[in-house]
Each structure stands twice: as structure tokens, then as C-alpha cells.
């Protein structure tokens, strides 16, 4: 069996990898500037139930959000969630989905949280958006 020489054979792989990956040119992507020069940023959407709603959880999240330096939002939802997307450097993105909004803030239950990809522009710094 032959095998390209490994130049090729590697970014053969990651062309591969990429095109796989990637349905198009990302806004999160493009919009962004990771703080770390060899990491992309990462951009998710969440969805946090429980009782989240009154205790002041979006003020609680701008704020963790710009402590963390990441661009992105969150607002209400009418079905009682909280919504918000985080973009960012990935281990500031990591800490605040999966330790912080675990959490939340005083008074704030959190019974569960689902994280997406999100590839829409997430604006220059984050802000807190309307209830939909």
C-alpha cells in the first residue's frame, strides 16, 4: 500500500477534517478574537431551566461574561428559560456553560442546560437582550 509523503498525507487530513466540519464560513468565526492565538474561539447557544427567572440571573450573566471577556447575550424566554450565547476563547466559553450556569446565582435552580454550535454573529460584547 502507498502512503503520500507526510506533508501531504497531514494537510490532506485536515482539508478533509475541515470541509467535514464546516458548512461554510462561520460569523462567530469571523467576528471573533480569541485570546489565545493558536485556539479559535468557540461560539454555543444555551438553553438553562429550572428556576431562572426573577433571581436575577441575566444581570448575574452579563456580568460572569464580562469578567471571562466573552461577546455574546442572553435574555428570557417565555417558556421560563433563560437563552444566551457565549463566544469567546474556549476555556472561558467551557467555564461559564458548564460550571457557572450549572450553578447560577444565589437563589437561581438550575435543573438542566443544553448546549448547540452557533454560527451567527454574536455581536462585539455582550449584552442583555429582550424576553421572546
Same mark, same amino acid.
Given at each position: 500500500? *502507498?502512503?503520500?509523503?507526510?506533508?501531504?498525507?497531514?494537510?490532506?487530513?485536515?482539508?478533509?477534517?475541515?470541509?467535514?466540519?464546516?458548512?461554510?464560513?462561520?460569523?462567530? $468565526?469571523?467576528?471573533? &478574537?480569541?485570546?489565545?492565538?493558536?485556539?479559535? $474561539?468557540?461560539?454555543?447557544?444555551?438553553?438553562?431551566?429550572?428556576?431562572?427567572?426573577? &433571581? *436575577?440571573?441575566? @444581570?448575574?450573566?452579563?456580568?460572569?461574561?464580562?469578567?471571562? %471577556?466573552?461577546?455574546?447575550?442572553?435574555?428570557?424566554?417565555? =417558556? %421560563?428559560?433563560?437563552?444566551?450565547?457565549?463566544?469567546?476563547?474556549?476555556?472561558? &466559553?467551557?467555564?461559564?456553560?458548564?460550571?457557572?450556569?450549572?450553578?447560577?446565582?444565589?437563589?437561581?435552580?438550575?435543573?438542566?442546560?443544553?448546549?448547540?454550535?452557533? @454560527?451567527? =454573529?454574536?455581536?462585539?460584547? *455582550?449584552?442583555?437582550?429582550?424576553?421572546?
Amino acid at each position: 500500500m *502507498f502512503y503520500p509523503s507526510p506533508p501531504t498525507y497531514t494537510l490532506r487530513l485536515n482539508l478533509a477534517a475541515a470541509v467535514a466540519t464546516s458548512s461554510g464560513p462561520s460569523m462567530c $468565526a469571523a467576528a471573533s &478574537v480569541s485570546s489565545s492565538a493558536s485556539q479559535p $474561539a468557540k461560539c454555543v447557544r444555551v438553553e438553562i431551566k429550572g428556576r431562572v427567572q426573577g &433571581v *436575577f440571573f441575566r @444581570d448575574w450573566t452579563v456580568e460572569n461574561s464580562r469578567e471571562l %471577556g466573552l461577546r455574546g447575550w442572553v435574555r428570557n424566554r417565555r =417558556d %421560563g428559560s433563560v437563552e444566551a450565547v457565549f463566544s469567546g476563547d474556549p476555556d472561558a &466559553v467551557r467555564d461559564m456553560v458548564e460550571r457557572r450556569c450549572r450553578s447560577g446565582p444565589p437563589y437561581s435552580a438550575v435543573t438542566g442546560i443544553a448546549s448547540f454550535p452557533w @454560527d451567527e =454573529d454574536p455581536g462585539q460584547d *455582550f449584552q442583555r437582550k429582550p424576553t421572546v
